[in-house]
Nanobody
Framework: QVQLVESGGGLVQAGDSLRLSCAAS????????MGWFRQAPGKERDFVAA????????VYADSVKGRFTISGDNAKKTVYLQMNSLKAEDTAVYYC?????????????????WGQGTQVTVSS
């Protein structure tokens, strides 16, 4: 069992930066690929970024590529999402997720554990 707690959300202006954190507890953190998803009001939850701990490879949604960076610290059992050049359309609740198996994924249904979410609001 893995528990995930997100933090770092808030209200910022367009062009600003924000770093989200996801603290994990439970079984060996390094065995779980981690992902970030987001859900804007009235919309479905969308993939943002994911990291494969084994190979440290990453994957991003096209909408955030070049602006967002996912990283992690296995010793701290924490994964981060650095968000730069924020836009109003990045406004959403951001969720951290973990999945079993060796590979990161863009697919929400493949993730087994979810955090409660943290609100990010970008004013234009």
């Amino acid at each position: 069992q893995v528990q995930l707690v997100e933090s770092g959300g808030g209200l910022v202006q367009a062009g600003d930066s924000l770093r989200l954190s996801c603290a994990a507890s439970g079984r060996s953190f390094s065995n779980y690929p981690m992902g970030w998803f987001r859900q804007a009001p009235g919309k479905e939850r969308d993939f943002v970024a994911a990291i494969n701990w084994r190979g440290s490879s990453t994957v991003y949604a096209d909408s955030v590529k070049g602006r967002f960076t996912i990283s992690g610290d296995n010793a701290k059992k924490t994964v981060y999402l650095q968000m730069n050049s924020l836009k109003a359309e990045d406004t959403a609740v951001y969720y951290c997720a973990a999945k079993r198996g060796p590979f990161a994924s863009r697919r929400e249904g493949e993730y087994d554990y979810w955090g409660q979410g943290t609100q990010v609001t970008v004013s234009s």
